[in-house]
């Protein structure tokens, strides 16, 4: 594997419980690399705890216990890593805002960013045409589009800043069987040539299989499998992958 981007050591992660909220323990030392270039997909079913430990790896959410690193130093500051660190979620509307033009939606991150206006303006041009859709897009909102577009819209406002790791978390999952693969194959394509790492979560393990160089199988806040793509088409070890595998068929 390539120098790691993401580094997670023995990390866990507990929620703490309420009234009538029993605390849970949603990761359970963890410990996983992500190098670079490598996108690694993470497979398991409903709450096994996915979304919490993509959040660790962005610096979201604090592990109770455990470490993270980027790119071999301590994390830091969420702020130092501006621009380095992306998501495309589920649904585009949880990444655009409704009353902003597709343009300014992609542009944002770049002023942040503090990019100057010409080299932004050529920036998001560039990245709108990469990711499949038409210069006019930039002049229309969010929901002027179909559901395809719209989360084509939110992987470039991912992109345009050229981040050294991206979590995909049920990022085509919401979308159009049709349009699903398009979108599988844009974030493949997308990968190879940026070189980022990436998490690719899915529970879905096909569609996982088919995006990522290396799967982790997760059940209960654990990581109860992980190895090469090719590992997964023939004989997993774990009983629980075998049954997310045959779910698949
Ligand atoms: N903010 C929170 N506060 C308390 N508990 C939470 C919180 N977020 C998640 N959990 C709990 O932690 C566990 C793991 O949740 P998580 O969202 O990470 O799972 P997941 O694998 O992403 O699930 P899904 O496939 O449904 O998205 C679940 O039991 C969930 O109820
Ligand atoms: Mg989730």
């Known amino acids: 594997?390539?120098?790691?981007?993401?580094s997670l050591n023995d990390v866990s992660v507990s929620y703490r419980g309420g009234l009538f909220r029993p605390a849970v323990e949603a990761v359970r030392k963890v410990s996983l690399d992500i190098g670079e270039g490598e996108t690694l997909g993470l497979v398991g079913e409903s709450g096994s705890g996915k979304s919490t430990l993509a959040r660790v790896c962005l610096g979201l959410t604090a592990p109770t216990r455990g470490r993270?690193?980027?790119?071999?130093?301590?994390?830091?500051?969420?702020?130092?890593?501006?621009?380095?660190?992306a998501e495309v979620l589920q649904f585009p509307e949880w990444a655009l805002n409704p009353r902003l033009r597709c343009g300014r939606s992609v542009e944002e991150p770049l002023i942040v960013l503090g990019v100057a206006a010409a080299e932004r303006r050529?920036?998001?041009?560039?990245?709108?045409?990469?990711?499949?859709?038409?210069?006019?897009?930039?002049?229309?909102?969010p929901g002027q589009l179909s559901g395809g577009q719209r989360q084509r819209v939110a992987i470039a406002r991912a992109l345009v800043t050229r981040p050294r790791f991206i979590v995909f978390d049920?990022?085509?999952?919401?979308l159009d069987v049709s349009v699903q693969a398009q979108v599988m194959n844009l974030?493949?394509?997308?990968q190879a040539e940026q070189g980022f790492a990436a998490l690719f979560i899915s529970h879905d393990i096909a569609a996982t299989r088919y995006l990522s160089h290396r799967l982790a199988v997760m059940k209960g806040g654990e990581i109860v499998e992980t190895g090469p793509r090719d590992r997964f088409y023939?004989?997993?070890?774990?009983?629980?992958?075998?049954?997310?595998?045959?779910?698949?068929l």
Request: glycine residues 8%.
């Open 68 to 85: 993270l690193t980027f790119a071999g130093e301590a994390f830091g500051k969420l702020r130092a890593r501006r621009g380095q660190l």
């Open 122 to 141: 050529a920036r998001v041009a560039a990245m709108l045409a990469r990711v499949g859709l038409d210069a006019g897009v930039a002049q229309r909102l």
């Open 1 to 6: 594997m390539n120098a790691p981007v993401v």
């Open 170 to 174: 049920e990022a085509v999952s919401a």
């Open 187 to 190: 974030i493949r394509d997308l």
């Open 234 to 248: 023939g004989e997993p070890h774990h009983a629980y992958t075998r049954a997310l595998l045959a779910a698949a």
